[in-house]
Nanobody, 117 residues
């Protein structure tokens, strides 16, 4: 079982920035995809950003150039840099890691991001 440790959430004013980080407890396993989903109260979970093969990125339509996903400093980690945050970005952000060969996806506990003045 791979554990994902998230950090970096918090309260920020509209227009502010946050950086989320996620690191997997197992640095030997070959993770194919890492990224973030988010879920706001009363809404479905939606993809924020993903990083495949350490190079290929994908973003939710609502990101519109405001967020950037990148490799973490250690193997099996990712950062999510979030700029120009809006109140509608308020949600719990979940890190995930997918091992395609095993057909499994691991999830973090989630970190709260609140954008409010």
């Amino acid at each position: 079982q791979v554990q994902l440790v998230e950090s970096g959430g918090g309260l920020v004013q509209p227009g502010g920035t946050l950086r989320l980080s996620c690191a997997a407890s197992d640095t030997f396993i070959n993770i194919d995809v890492m990224g973030w989903y988010r879920q706001a109260p009363g809404k479905q979970r939606e993809l924020v950003a993903s990083l495949t093969g350490g190079e290929n990125t994908d973003y939710g339509d609502f990101v519109k150039g405001r967020f950037t996903i990148s490799r973490g400093d250690a193997k099996n980690g990712v950062y999510l840099q979030m700029n120009s945050l809006k109140p509608e970005d308020t949600a719990v952000y979940f890190c995930y890691a997918r091992v395609l060969g095993l057909g499994v996806t691991f999830w973090g506990q989630g970190t709260q991001v609140t954008v409010s003045s």
